[in-house]
C-alpha cells in the first residue's frame, strides 16, 4: 500500500472513531446536564478541540509532502499510538456513562476510582 493510501485509511478510521466518539459524548452530555453536572476548566477545551483537529492535518502534510519516512522507529511510534488508543479505552470504559470530551461533575457524586484511575 502506498503512503497515501495508508494515510487515507487511517485518517478514515480516525474520523470514524472520532464520530463514534462525539456522538457518545453528547449523549453522555445530555444526560449529565440534566442531572445537575457543571463543567470543569472549560477555558481549556478549544485548545484540547484544536490540537485534535491539527494533528491529523498535520499528519497528512507530512505525508504528502514527502517527508514522512517511517524508518526503523516505526514499531516504536505504533506501539506508542497503541498504548495512547488503550488508556484513551479504558478511561471511556472505567467512565462509563459520566465520560465526554468535557470535564462534567454532577453535584455529590465521587471520583472514579476504578480502570485507569485506580492510580490517580
Known amino acids: ?45 478549544r485548545w484540547i478541540v484544536l490540537l485534535h483537529v491539527l494533528w491529523p492535518l498535520a499528519l497528512a ?5 514527502g517527508h ?9 511510534w505504533l506501539g506508542l499510538l497503541l498504548a495512547a488508543q488503550a488508556l484513551r479505552l479504558a478511561a471511556m470504559r472505567a467512565l462509563g456513562p459520566l465520560w465526554t470530551t468535557r470535564v462534567l461533575v454532577v453535584p455529590g457524586t465521587r471520583p472514579v476510582a476504578t480502570g485507569p484511575f485506580r492510580w490517580l
Do not use: D
Open 68 to 76: 514522512a519516512h517511517p524508518g526503523r522507529a516505526w514499531p516504536l
Open 61 to 65: 502534510a507530512e505525508v504528502l509532502a
Open 1 to 45: 500500500m502506498s503512503a497515501t493510501g495508508g494515510l487515507a485509511l487511517f485518517l478514515a478510521a480516525l474520523a470514524a472513531q472520532r464520530g463514534i466518539e462525539l456522538a457518545i459524548s453528547a449523549r453522555n452530555t445530555r444526560a449529565l446536564r440534566a442531572r445537575g453536572a457543571t463543567e470543569r476548566g472549560a477555558g481549556h477545551y
